[in-house]
C-alpha cells in the first residue's frame, strides 16, 4: 500500500471561503483510493456515488484480527466565539503524518444539520485542512441521522400506539421518558402536548423534542460493536415506568428489531477523503456538551486495522470531549489513546484573558497571560489520566511571535511540548512540525492510562468525582430529582455505569460566562436521565438544553442556491 504522491493543486487563497476551497480541490474516486491507500477491495465498499462509500461490516469482521495501528486523540481548550479549530487540525494532522511518511487516517463525527443552519456552521474543517466533498458532509451525508431520526421516532410511535391498544405493559403515561427528536434547532418543540383530539388520536399526555444528536440511539449507534451488540442495546433502552414503577424497555414492547433494521446501513462507516487525498472515516454525530462527543467504535476499530496511525477528535474542550472518550467510550471499547494533542489558538486564550472578540487583532501577550489559565487547567487535567498533550498552537495571521513565546512557557513548564501549525493556511506541509512530534510521542510507547473513577463507584461519588478533578468545583447541588433518580438508577442495578455530565461547553463551570479557570464553583445538577442502552448515566447540569435554540440571525439566513443551483453561504 504505497502512499500517494501529494498533489499540489491551485487552491483559492488562505482566507477564501472554505466552500470555494473545497470545491477547488480535486476529488479522487473513492474505490480506487480505498484500494490505493488501505488495501481495501470494491467489493468491500457500498459507493454513495463516486466519492463517498461505506465499508461493509462483513468486510470490518474480516480485519478483526489485523495488527492495530496507533491512536491520536485530538481534543481542546474551552471553546470560544474566536474559535479553535479542533476539526481542522484533527484533518491537518492527519494530512502532516502522510506527509512525513506515516499510513494514517482520520475519524471524525459527522456534522448535525442544527449547527450548520444555526450558529456554529459545519464541521467538515476549514482552510486547507479539509474532508470533502464538503457539501455532501455538511448536508444529510449518507443518511446515517435520518435513519437515527426515525429508528428514535418509530419507538415513540410504537410507545404510543402500545397505549392505544390495551397497554399490556401497564405503561404509567406520566412515566413515559422516551421523548421526540428531529435534527435541527427548534426552541419551540422542547415541550409540547400530544394525542390531543379526542379518543381516536391517542393517549393526551406531555413530551417533547431533543435534537438527535441527543438521542441515545445516536450515542448507542457509536458505541455499538456490531449488528447484535447494537440491537441488543436497542433493546435495552429504558422507555417508560410501570404504574409499579418498573421499568419498560424497548424489548418488552417488542420494538428494538425493526429500529434496527433501520439503523443496519446507518452501522456501516463511512469513508471520504481530505483535500490532500488522505482517507477518512466520518461516523456519527453526539455532542460532547449533551452526550459522548465521539465518532463510532466501529470507525475508529476499522481505521486502527487498517492504519498506522489514527487520528480522531473528542469535541469541545477536554474537560467534555477528552473526559468522555477516556471515561465513556474508552471504558467500554478498550480503546485506549497512545498520544493526545491539545489545540489551542492565541485568539481563543485572548478571549479567556478577557479581550473582545472585536480586538483581537491587537497583541496583548498580557491578555494571553491571563488566558493561559485555561490551557494550564485542561493540560493538568489530562496529566491526571496519565498523558501529557502535545500542544498545537493554531496559528493566526495576527498572532505575534511574544504572545507565541507566552504559551511556550506555559507548555514548556508543565512537560507539554508546544508546536506551532499552519495547517489552515498552508495543508499538510504546515502541520509536518505538529506530525514530528506526535511520531515522536508513539515512538516512547502506550501512556498507561487512568480512568478517573472505578465502575463501582457510587453515582453521586462519580458525578463529583468529575466536578472536583476536572471542572475544579468545592460543591455539587443535586437536585430532589436528581438525586432521587440517581438512587432509583442504582437499586435497579446500573450504579456500575459511567456518568456522561451535559453542560456549557463555553466554561468549567455551570456558568458559560465564567471564562478561564474557574473554581471553587457549585456544580448544579438538575436532572439525571438513564440511558440503558448505550450504557451510561446522563447528568443534566445548569441550564444546559438538549434541544438547542436558533440565534437571532441564524446561518440559514445567509444559505441558498445561485443561478447555476450552486449551495453558497454554506461555512
Known amino acids: 500500500m504505497a502512499l500517494d504522491i501529494m498533489i499540489e493543486e491551485e487552491l483559492p487563497p488562505p482566507g477564501s471561503p472554505d466552500i470555494d476551497i473545497a470545491r477547488a480541490a480535486s476529488m479522487r474516486p473513492i474505490v480506487a483510493l480505498a484500494d490505493d491507500r488501505l488495501g481495501v477491495p470494491a467489493e468491500a465498499l457500498i459507493p454513495f456515488g463516486h466519492y ?18 496507533k491512536l491520536v486523540l485530538v481534543t481542546a481548550v474551552t471553546p470560544t466565539p474566536a474559535g479553535e479549530g479542533k476539526t481542522t487540525t484533527s484533518v491537518g494532522l492527519n494530512d502532516g503524518l502522510n506527509r512525513i511518511g506515516l499510513n494514517s487516517m482520520v475519524c471524525l463525527r459527522e456534522p448535525s444539520l442544527g449547527p450548520c443552519f444555526g450558529m456554529k456552521g459545519g464541521a467538515a474543517g476549514g482552510g486547507r485542512a479539509q474532508v470533502i466533498p464538503m457539501e455532501d458532509i455538511n448536508l444529510h451525508f449518507n443518511g446515517d441521522f435520518h435513519a437515527i431520526t426515525s429508528a428514535h421516532s418509530l419507538l415513540a410511535a410504537i410507545i404510543d400506539n402500545h397505549l392505544q391498544w390495551g397497554n399490556e405493559q401497564d405503561i404509567d403515561p406520566r412515566r413515559i421518558v422516551w421523548r421526540r427528536v428531529v435534527d435541527m434547532n427548534d426552541r419551540a418543540l422542547r415541550n409540547i402536548n400530544v394525542g390531543l383530539g379526542g379518543v381516536a388520536h391517542g393517549i393526551p399526555r406531555e413530551t417533547g423534542f431533543d435534537i438527535t444528536v441527543a438521542s441515545e ?4 449507534l457509536c458505541l455499538a460493536t456490531d449488528l447484535a451488540d447494537l440491537q441488543r442495546r436497542l433493546g435495552d433502552i429504558i422507555v417508560a415506568r410501570r404504574h409499579d414503577k418498573s421499568p419498560v424497555t424497548a424489548r418488552d414492547i417488542e420494538a428494538d428489531g425493526a429500529m434496527a433494521v433501520l439503523l443496519k446501513d446507518a452501522l456501516q462507516p463511512n469513508l471520504v477523503q481530505s483535500i490532500e487525498h488522505n482517507p477518512a472515516f466520518i461516523h456519527g454525530g453526539p455532542f460532547a456538551n449533551i452526550a459522548h462527543g465521539c465518532n463510532s467504535v466501529m470507525a475508529t476499530k476499522a481505521a486502527l486495522s487498517l492504519c498506522d496511525v489514527v487520528v480522531t477528535e473528542a469535541g469541545f474542550g477536554a474537560d467534555l470531549g477528552a473526559e468522555k472518550f477516556l471515561d465513556i467510550k474508552c471504558r467500554q471499547s478498550g480503546l485506549r489513546p497512545d498520544a493526545v494533542v491539545l489545540v489551542a489558538t492565541v485568539r481563543a486564550l485572548k478571549m479567556q484573558g478577557g479581550v473582545a472578540k472585536k480586538d483581537l487583532g ?34 493566526f495571521v495576527l498572532d505575534s511571535d511574544e504572545e507565541i513565546a507566552v504559551v511556550q512557557q506555559v507548555c514548556d513548564e508543565l512537560g507539554a511540548r508546544c508546536t506551532v501549525a499552519k495547517h489552515w493556511a498552508e495543508g499538510g506541509v504546515g502541520a509536518e512540525e505538529l506530525a514530528q512530534a506526535v511520531k515522536d510521542q508513539l515512538d516512547q510507547g502506550t501512556p498507561e492510562i487512568n480512568l478517573l473513577y472505578p465502575d463501582d463507584a457510587p453515582l453521586k461519588t462519580k458525578v463529583e468525582t468529575v466536578a472536583r478533578e476536572i471542572y475544579r468545583a468545592a460543591h455539587v447541588d443535586f437536585s430532589s ?53 448505550a450504557g ?31 449551495i453558497v453561504g454554506l461555512a
Not at 440511539?217 to 448507542?220: D, K, L, N, S, V
Not at 494571553?368 to 487535567?381: F, M, S, Y
Not at 463555553?506 to 471553587?520: C, I, L, M
Open 536 to 566: 451510561f448515566v446522563v447528568i443534566v447540569c445548569g441550564d444546559i438544553m438538549t434541544m438547542p435554540g436558533l440565534p437571532k440571525r441564524p446561518a440559514a439566513l445567509d444559505i441558498g442556491l445561485d443561478g447555476n443551483g450552486d
Open 52 to 69: 463517498k462509500a461505506k465499508l461493509s461490516l462483513d468486510y470490518i469482521a474480516s480485519k478483526a484480527e489485523a495488527p492495530k495501528g
Open 481 to 533: 430529582a436528581a438525586s432521587r433518580s440517581l438512587d432509583e438508577f442504582s437499586k435497579l442495578g446500573y450504579g456500575h455505569l459511567p456518568v456522561c455530565i451535559a453542560k456549557t461547553q463555553y466554561s468549567f463551570s455551570t456558568n458559560p460566562k465564567s471564562t478561564g479557570a474557574p473554581e471553587g464553583h457549585t456544580l448544579e445538577v438538575r436532572e439525571a436521565r438513564l440511558s440503558a442502552g
Open 217 to 220: 440511539i445516536m450515542a448507542i
Open 362 to 395: 491587537d497583541s496583548s501577550p498580557e491578555a494571553v497571560e491571563r488566558g493561559v489559565a485555561n490551557l494550564r487547567r485542561h493540560i493538568e487535567n489530562l496529566q491526571k489520566f496519565g498523558v501529557t498533550p502535545i500542544v498545537a498552537l493554531n496559528h
